[in-house]
């Protein structure tokens, strides 16, 4: 079976986002019954609106940084972070004056809710030779302040940025 190659990025992005979404371009990666796969460029001053969605999905950031939000809560978020959107809660993403790259896994299949709302999902681990395998334990934690970052940016503008 040949190997599939799914290409994204830059020349493979079309105009993305829900309702209200301003200088963003992304490329659905993949498509199926466990989910959805995307790829999102977001310019300068660029937005997600705040919007639900029913299916738990993350955020990750591959590149550059910006800000997201989660409910009443909101934080910076940069390159090597990730971003849990809870089903059914208010949520979005956007950048003040630097560029962001985001990869978006939307979950559809079925999830094992934990309590507080996390979800887990089954993992059957497996053994890397010349490695140990030791168990993986759940991290429990909450976002913080960190110094020297404003909890809100300003508002963005409209006209500025352009996708990575």
Known sequence: MPIEIRRFGVGHRRPDGPPGTIG??????????SGVISELAF??????????N???????????????????????????????????VLH?????????????VELTGPLLALPGG???????????????SRPVTRGQGSLVERPGRPVRPRDP???EGEPL
């Open 24 to 33: 963003i371009e992304g490329q659905v990666i993949e498509s199926g019954p």
């Open 43 to 52: 310019g300068r001053h660029a937005r997600i609106a705040p919007h639900t």
């Open 54 to 88: 029913p299916n738990p999905t993350w955020f990750v950031v591959i590149e550059g940084g910006g800000w997201v939000g989660v409910g009443e809560e909101r934080t910076r978020i940069q390159a090597g972070e990730a971003a849990a959107w809870p089903p059914d």
């Open 92 to 104: 979005a993403a956007w950048t003040d004056g630097t560029q962001m790259r985001a990869i978006v």
């Open 118 to 132: 996390a979800v887990d999902a089954a993992v059957t681990p497996v053994q890397v030779p010349g490695r140990s």
């Open 157 to 159: 503008d409209e006209d």
